[in-house]
């Protein structure tokens, strides 16, 4: 845990760094221990701490939004390294490039200012512009990879620029998932808007989202395991909404969604998924793969 942290802390003094990082505090779902944090101001010093953890053998774990992780109660055996400060968007024409901490709320904000249209379906996920781009996060009215033209990443100590075929996406999955690596920027290809347009494409999608679950959660905690059939419907077959372990319950309004009544543990989410999934794959004979991410 920490002593990787602090020893590399010592290495690199000049760097923003937190010993103890509350993983509850920087997640949706609000579970989790504390762990060694870095918070780099700048690429240079991202691109230091990620040399130097890549030397030392110490995994590093890229951190956006906080929306589609579970963290260990025990906290990372390894350093979290925070992207908050990568916040910086920029236009030209109908091509929009956003750094890997930008926020949904951000980026919209100038796709109406800039009237281009193409990501209003993000509308309402609580993500930052890596995560996004990580996962391929998307809804029935598209995936964030459609409008992306390239992704700028550091891996193993170099910068690459992948044109979309490059980045593989797919549902919920994309190259990126391979390999160790930290999504710098992404280019987004958007569309010229009628005026009013985007705001309107925003309004109707953060109408639709109205009927999820609030509190703290990670969104849909399983993928869809086909097309055609939703892990939500499938949990909600074997009788599972409301079903809770310690702190973690099964939303009743919508069953892939688990929610955290603010007493749950890191434990508590694991042995629920565990049960769902053994109830599912007992009931129906389909096993439930993980949408979410795990920090362990
Ligand atoms: C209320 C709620 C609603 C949601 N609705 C949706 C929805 O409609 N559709 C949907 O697809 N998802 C949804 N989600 C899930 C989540 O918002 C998405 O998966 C999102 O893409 C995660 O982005 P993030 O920035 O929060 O990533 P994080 O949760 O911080 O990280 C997710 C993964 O991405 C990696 N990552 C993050 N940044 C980088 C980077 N710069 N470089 C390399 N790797 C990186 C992390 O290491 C981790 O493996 C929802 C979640 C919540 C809580």
């Known amino acids: 845990m920490g002593h990787y942290g602090l020893l590399l802390s010592a290495l690199l003094p000049e760097i923003r760094f937190e010993k103890d990082f509350s993983l509850a505090l920087h997640t949706t779902v ?8 870095f918070l780099p101001l700048s690429r240079a010093q991202l691109f230091s701490v990620v040399r130097l953890c890549e030397r030392c053998n110490v995994r590093y774990f890229p951190l956006g939004g906080g929306s589609n992780v579970l963290p260990s109660d025990d906290g990372f055996n390894g350093v ?9 968007v920029s236009v030209d024409g109908e091509h929009v490039t956003a ?6 709320g951000k980026l919209l904000s100038v796709c109406k200012r800039r009237q281009l249209t193409g990501l209003e379906f993000l509308a309402g996920i609580p ?15 598209g995936h964030v990879g459609d409008c992306i033209e390239s992704v700028t990443f ?22 990126f998932q391979q390999f160790p690596c930290v999504i710098l920027s992404v280019r987004f290809a958007l569309k010229k808007a009628q005026e009013g347009e985007v705001f309107e494409n925003i309004s109707r999608m953060l109408e639709k989202r109205k009927h999820l679950p609030t509190g703290k959660s990670m969104g849909c905690t399983f993928k869809n395991p086909t097309v055609d059939l939703s892990a939500g419907k499938l949990i909600e077959d074997c009788n599972l909404k409301g079903f809770r372990v310690g702190g973690a319950v099964v939303s009743p309004r919508h ?7 603010s007493h749950a543990t890191a434990q508590d989410y694991i042995s ?5 999934k053994r109830t599912v794959r007992e009931q129906t004979g389909v096993r439930l793969e993980e949408e979410i991410r795990y920090i362990r």
């Open 154 to 175: 550091l891996r193993a100590g170099k910068v690459y620029t992948y044109t979309k075929e490059q980045c593989q996406f797919s549902y919920k999955t994309t190259v």
């Open 99 to 104: 750094e890997c901490g930008v926020g949904v």
């Open 127 to 141: 993500a930052k512009v890596g995560g996004l781009t990580y996962m391929n996060a998307g809804t029935a009215d």
């Open 80 to 88: 979290i390294l925070s992207t908050s400060a990568f916040d910086g």
């Open 272 to 276: 629920l998924i565990e049960h769902i």
């Open 255 to 261: 069953a892939n969604f688990i929610l955290n009544d």
């Open 30 to 37: 609000g579970v989790g221990g504390n762990t060694a944090a």
